[in-house]
């Protein structure tokens, strides 16, 4: 098992637990503190998150802002890809792909299943989908993240 999926089995263990491990990884990429978001899941495979709608995460017509979508959806991949992949392979996006089907007017849940190829030689570029929907279930949008993974250098 990875250092972040121990981390987060470690930490949901315990009251505010899921609001710490979301502290600690915006604290590794600070800008996902912008959107303030809660782990729901997270396993080798798959990582689910949500963010409530808030003034911060709005735009003009008090819904939740398209960027904001994507950036819940680039954390979900991200965190699902790091606690997916073994200790001598790294990950960096390379490309998305959004298409945005329906207002967000609650909160954002987002659902990111990785399945990462077995054999990658010096590199496999990897799709995660991933979707997002209101919490009354409706679909709002729809990420595809292209994410370049290879074996780490040895130093």
Known sequence: MN????????????????WLFAR?????????????PRFDEL???LAKAHIRRRRS?????GTIH?????????????VGIE?????????????????YLAKCRHEAHATARIDIPTEIGEGVDCIVPVEIF????SKVAHADIKM???????A
């Not at 250092?3 to 899921?18: D, H, N, T």
């Not at 995460?57 to 017509?61: A, E, G």
């Not at 398209?66 to 991200?78: D, K, P, R, T």
């Not at 370049?148 to 040895?154: D, E, F, G, M, N």
């Open 43 to 45: 396993d080798s495979g």
């Open 3 to 18: 250092k972040v999926l121990a981390q987060y089995r470690k930490l949901i263990r315990y009251p505010g637990g899921r």
């Open 134 to 137: 209101d919490r009354d279930g």
């Open 83 to 99: 606690a997916t992949l073994t200790p001598d392979r790294r990950w960096i996006p390379k490309g998305m792909t959004v298409h």
């Open 148 to 154: 370049w993974v290879t074996p780490k250098r040895s």
């Open 57 to 61: 995460v709005q735009n003009h017509i």
């Open 66 to 78: 398209a960027i904001a979508l994507c950036n819940l959806a680039e954390l979900v991949a991200g």
């Open 24 to 36: 600690a990884v915006c604290m590794q990429a600070p800008y996902f503190g912008s959107i303030h």
